[in-house]
């Protein structure tokens, strides 16, 4: 049980696009979900809090604005990096809090490039 | 400030050897404890988390881990390694309402042939 999906694995997108990625709980209801960014060799960087039909918290130094993340329903929360620039180039992982076991499963993880 | 302290970027061990990747924490309260093993280009794996009761934790793969409140330490132990547990060891603690993580800054394990 607890399976955190996240989609897509990779992508690349040419500069000032927009990028979506998904992050579903595939057999619980995760009030809390969390997105993080890794750079090469690093630990991860908690970018935000997305809870489920509230505005998202966002760490200091997140641009908001450039990270929009949305949490629609307990089993989903996106992350759209607009504009994307290869500064933006990372690695972007997803997590799902599970209160009945205060548990956190994360999901496999995106590599964006921006070219 | 909270925080959780992984001090070895590496630990390098003999296949058949025990291991040990350290990790100390700095959180308030009695924090939930964490580890999770990432392979590249993967997300995180769940290995084992502390919560309350016996302080000796067993996990996933013959990984298990140790919960010292005087010492603040939570330290990954196995007693046998293989070349496959070669990755990367994140240590995390929960410290409060907000339910963050807070991760430590990753142990390199290379376990020998």
């Known amino acids: 049980g607890a399976v955190v999906s996240q989609h897509p694995s990779w992508v690349i997108c040419k500069s000032g696009t927009s990028v979506k990625i998904e992050c579903r709980s595939l057999?619980?209801?995760?009030?809390?979900m969390f997105w993080y960014r890794q750079f090469p060799k690093q630990s991860l960087m908690l970018m935000a809090t997305?809870?489920?039909?509230?505005?998202?918290?966002?760490e200091q130094g997140v641009e908001k604005d450039k990270f929009l993340i949305n949490h629609a329903s307990l089993t989903l929360s996106t992350l759209t990096v607009t504009s994307a620039h290869p500064e933006d180039s990372s690695f972007y992982i997803c997590?799902?809090?599970?209160?009945?076991?205060?548990?956190?499963?994360f999901g496999s993880g995106t590599r964006l490039t921006v070219v | 400030a909270q925080s959780v302290a992984q001090p070895e970027d590496q630990v390098n061990v003999a296949e058949g050897n025990p291991l040990t990747v350290k990790c100390t924490y700095s959180?308030?309260?009695?924090?939930?404890l964490f580890w999770y093993v990432q392979y590249p280009n993967r997300g995180l794996q769940f290995l084992l988390k502390?919560?309350?009761?016996?302080?000796l934790v067993k996990g996933s793969y013959g990984f298990e881990a140790e919960f010292n409140k005087s010492q603040t330490s939570f330290h990954l132990k196995k007693p046998s390694a293989l070349v496959s547990d070669s990755a990367l060891y994140f240590c995390?603690?929960?410290?409060?309402?907000?339910?963050?993580?807070?991760f430590g800054t990753g142990t390199l394990l290379a376990v020998q042939p």
């Open positions: 997590s799902a809090y599970r209160t009945e076991n205060y548990g956190y499963t």
């Open positions: 995390a603690a929960d410290g409060g309402a907000t339910n963050k993580l807070i």
């Open positions: 057999d619980f209801q995760a009030t809390t």
């Open positions: 997305s809870n489920e039909g509230s505005k998202a918290t966002y």
């Open positions: 502390y919560i309350t009761g016996d302080n």
């Open positions: 959180v308030s309260g009695n924090p939930y």
